[in-house]
């Protein structure tokens, strides 16, 4: 490694990133033919914007900087502690989403190490910075720049962070040294697999995006389909079930970046008060998080769920409050299966008198469904 990779990778760290790895621009050809193996058989389903197209940009990048010779790869750890909530009716949220945004602290260290890196190649040196948010296929750079090598359940695994990291790239103009990729894998374990609850995990490094939780708590705008609800626990924005059960990060080195850590008791939220946020309560609480990409519909869809999985006849007021009052239907619907688990008197009170009253169709097909399950002969 020369002078200037060595330059380049200290920068990388100075801008406050934890492992800095770098490959060639050449294209991804076997990430390309697997992403759109997986568009054209329905696993990609859900999210409109992953097309051919884009996977065709996002395995090339010399499409997406002309003259590219170099793809630098960035990673920075978000692993850190989770909150302690003695109340036992809380919901789980991903941990990547304790922090601050990370596409907006992303992009800030990354236009930093661009400024620093202009000054040390070249002030006519050329790059486009993506932090997950573009077309560019991060996990594969990450994998072929050496900064981790690829987890079964799809997540890049790297040797003392885990696959708790953030990746992010830069595509430059400048030729460099490439890295070589690290020579590991994930041998014969396949936990990840066994306990996804939904079995999302198809095949190895193979993800059925319909049946992931974190499609299902934040990319998914309408109803959760009725055959998963059961299977998703007390998750109400993500899941990290596949990368906490994964041996790789049972020594993941804890992080203290501050980014990080400002919202750590989002790590276990108070259910049943979630019920109550208006859209400007809402808003004000997870400003700055990357939680409001759930919407505030989205997302009481979601607390309803878990308070359904949790079973606690607690909730019952709450949830009888949301199916009666004004709350988009979305939220209402799935209220309504929330106190179908539940079951207890007072739940099935409340739903056979919304039962006679309701003018959603929605709302009542759920209302119906939740009032059989309690009566399965009938």
Known sequence: MSKLETQVKDLGLKSGFDLVGITSAEKFMRDEKASIERV???????????TEDRVKKANNPGILLENARSVISLAVSYNTREHKNKNKITGKLARYSWGEDYHDVIKERLRCFVKELKLLAGEDVKTRIFVDDGPMNDRATAERAGVGWFGKNTNILTQNYGSWVFLSQVITDIELVPDLPLNKTCGSCVICIEECPTDAIVAPYVIDNTKCISFLTIELRDSIPRE??????????GCDICQDVCPVNRKAVISLDPKFTRFHEFSALDLIPLLDLSKVEFNKIFKGSAIKRAKISGFQRN????????????????????????????????????????????????????????????????????????????
């Open 303 to 378: 607390v309803c769920v878990a308070l359904g999985n949790i079973g606690d006849p607690v909730a019952v007021p709450a949830l009888s409050k949301v199916i009666q009052a004004d709350y988009p239907d979305l939220v209402r619907s799935h209220a309504a299966w929330a106190l179908g688990r539940i079951g207890d008197k007072s739940a099935m009170e409340i739903l056979n008198s919304q039962a006679n009253l309701d003018q959603s169709a929605e709302v009542l097909e759920e209302i119906r469904e939740a009032i059989a399950s309690q009566n399965p002969k009938q």
């Open 40 to 50: 054209r058989s329905g696993l990609m389903d859900g999210l409109p914007w992953y």
């Open 228 to 237: 998963l609800r059961h299977l998703m626990g007390d998750w109400i924005f």
